[in-house]
Each structure stands twice: as C-alpha cells, then as structure tokens.
C-alpha cells in the first residue's frame, strides 16, 4: 500500500465558492483567480472544472501571475480568457502574451513603453494598475489620468482597457484605509469613465460598494475564509482541499516521557500517541504548536511535539478507537462529516491559509473527486 497522505481537492466546492462569489457581485464579473497552481490546488484542474460549468456560469477570465501559469493553462486545454494580474516581467514576453491571447496588466512606466513600442497583430486587453495605497505595484492616482491617455491613443495595440488596484486591508473590521483606496479609485473611474477591477475575496465577500465592472477573488474559491470577522457569505464557503493521512504507529508513554525532536510535548498523564504520516517535507507547517488541532476518526485532537519532515504526532488519549489506518485530517473534511478549516490550523502556525495551502508540496498526490 502506498503512503497514505492525499490533498483530495473537492471540484464541486470550488464551483460552489465560484457561483457564491458571483452571487455576492451579480452585477460584475469574476475573474477566478488561479495563480501558484491555484493556491496549491492544481490550477488545470482546477480551471477545467470552471470551464465545465454551463457558460453563463463560467468565469469569463482566469487571473495567473505570470507568463509560465497561463502557458501552463494553455497546454492544459484551457480557452478561456487568462489576465496576467503582474503584467510582463520582460518585454521579450510580449509576443508570447499576444500568441496565447492573454490580457495584460500595466503597472510601471517601463511596461508602458514595451507594449506601446509592440505592434501586436491585433490589439491587446489591458488593466492598466493604479497605486491606491497598497504601495507595491501600479502608478500613483496623479498619474493616471496621462497614463489612460496614453493607452487610449493606441487603438492598434491596446484594447478593452480596465483600471485596477489591489487592496491592503479589505479583511480588517477597520475600513478607514480601505475606504481611502475605494475612494480614490471610484473618482478615477468616474472622471476616466472606466471600468473597474478592485475586489479580490475579502472585499468580493464583505464590501459591495467596491466590486464595479470585475471582482477578483482568489482564496475565497478554495474554501477560505479571508475576513478578520466572519460574516454570513464567509460561512458558507465550502472546503475545497482536504488534507488526509493515516496513523502509522501508536505508542503508549508513561507520565513525564518526551515525543519527538527536543521533546517539546511532555505526557501529562499517560498517554497514547498516535504518528501521522504527514510532515513539513509535505509543507505542513513547522510552526505548528501543540495544540494545534487535527481530527483523528473524525474527532478532534491536537499536535503533540515538533512536527518533522516526514511525520507528526498526534495525542489519541481520548480516542481510543484510534489505531493503524484510522485517518486522520490535517485541514478539510473527515470522512466522517467533520469539519476542520485551515483558517484555523493557520492561526496555530502563526500564518495564514494562503501559506498552508500554497506550502502542500508536489510529493502530496493531488486526488480530484467529489467526496463520498
Ligand atoms: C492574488 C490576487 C488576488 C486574489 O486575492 P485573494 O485575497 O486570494 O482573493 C486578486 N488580485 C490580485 C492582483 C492578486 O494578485
């Protein structure tokens, strides 16, 4: 039998969580964002699967963050319309991006030049990216209005243009900035006469007054919920990614025996130990302390001692059914119904779902199929 640690990734949650995001923005269009392989997801895959949906339910565009995702997609039979959401990294790209029909996002001078010096074929869609306050890409709000004049007058190579900006802080309960930077971006678009891209999941699921022509959510489609403070859309995201393993091995230690690297985890009492086969050599996370939780036949219990590459460990005191082959979840669904959210696992590791589900490692077999 093979190692029993599998990412079973659930296509018909990610549909759900893609019509939840298109129901909370019905007078935009959602762009699926499916960048770093779709959030550790499997991005053909998972791109197909939306593909598959009736058209009028389909995403009208995929959102990558590079050149080598959307050809990676293209070779995978996907069609559909694909942003890259960083633009080109290199103006060699440019014959590349037009050849795989790709839209571009625009955020530096330096971009600006190469595409208006390009004489594509036929002109290319572009997002022209404004700084509104996350102060990482895009032109300052001053800017833009020569910027957009720039692109309008030229018609043979720019098409279909957009504005967009990237929020900083649409999951914080305080949306002083954020209303700072839906502001700015509100007065450009009205005074430019633009449509507007600027909700990624956090806004799509809580700010209606930001999501305009286009939303971008990304997370929120995989099961995760971004909001500092859950809300009523946030709760009925589904778990797309569930982490699956198996006990191993059992031991059962006297009160005061150490488990594992430098013995972190001390028996309380005496205590049965479960070993997983799951370590941070699949990208779980290392910082995960004792405590954090993991469901054991569907019960929950916690970590007990360091994780390592290969293995972590678990206490079954309470679950005395636990035994060799009983499966244990890490983040997702037990078989048993049971429901663990890798938001949660995450605050134990002092991070975030995005690093959890981006870290699943290529040694992890991805296994695509609704749950039984
Ligand atoms: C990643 C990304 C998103 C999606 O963000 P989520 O928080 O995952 O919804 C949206 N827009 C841009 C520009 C991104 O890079």
Request: charged residues 20%; glycine residues 8%; aromatic residues 6%.
């Amino acid at each position: 039998m093979a190692r029993p640690l599998v990412a079973d990734i659930d296509l018909d949650a990610l549909r759900h969580n893609y019509a939840l995001a298109r129901a909370l923005a019905s007078g935009s269009r959602a762009v699926a964002v499916i960048k770093a392989d779709a959030y550790g997801h499997g991005a053909v895959q998972c791109a197909r699967a939306l593909e598959s949906l009736p058209a009028e339910q389909r995403p009208p565009a995929f959102g990558v963050a590079c050149l080598e995702e959307a050809e990676s997609l293209r070779q995978g039979g996907i069609a559909t319309p694909i942003v890259l959401l960083e633009g080109i990294f290199d103006a060699s790209e440019l014959p590349r991006v037009e050849a795989l029909g790709l839209w571009l996002t625009v955020h530096s001078e330096w971009q600006l030049r190469a595409l208006l010096a390009y004489r594509p074929t036929s002109p290319i869609p572009v997002w022209l990216k404004i700084d509104s306050g996350m102060h990482r890409l895009g032109f300052s709000p001053e800017e833009a209005a020569s910027v957009w004049q720039r692109l309008v007058s030229a018609p043979e190579t720019v098409t279909d243009l957009h504005l967009m900006s990237h929020f900083a802080s649409a999951d914080a309960v305080d949306a002083s900035y954020f209303d700072r930077q839906l502001k700015c971006m509100q007065a450009l678009a009205a005074q430019l006469d633009a449509p507007l891209c600027l909700a990624n999941s956090p806004a799509t699921l809580a700010q209606p007054d930001s999501h305009g022509s286009w939303v971008r959510p990304g997370v929120m489609l995989y099961g995760s919920n971004p909001l500092e403070a859950p809300n009523g859309a946030s709760q009925r995201l589904q778990p797309v990614m569930s982490l699956r393993s198996e006990i191993i091995a059992v031991r059962d230690l006297a009160a005061g025996e150490p488990v594992g690297y430098a013995g972190r985890w001390r028996a309380p009492h005496p205590s049965r130990i479960a070993v997983v086969a799951c370590g941070y050599g699949d990208g779980y996370d290392r910082h995960a302390i004792d405590g954090t939780p993991v469901l054991v036949a569907g019960k929950r219990t916690s970590i007990a001692g360091k994780v390592s590459m290969d293995m972590l460990t678990v206490d079954i005191s309470d679950i005395p059914e636990a035994e060799i082959g009983t499966e244990v979840v890490l983040w997702g669904r037990s078989r048993h119904g049971a429901l663990l959210s890798v938001d949660e696992v995450a605050r134990y590791c002092d991070t975030i779902s995005y690093t959890l589900l981006t870290g699943v490692l290529p040694r992890v077999p991805r296994r695509y199929s609704r749950l039984d």
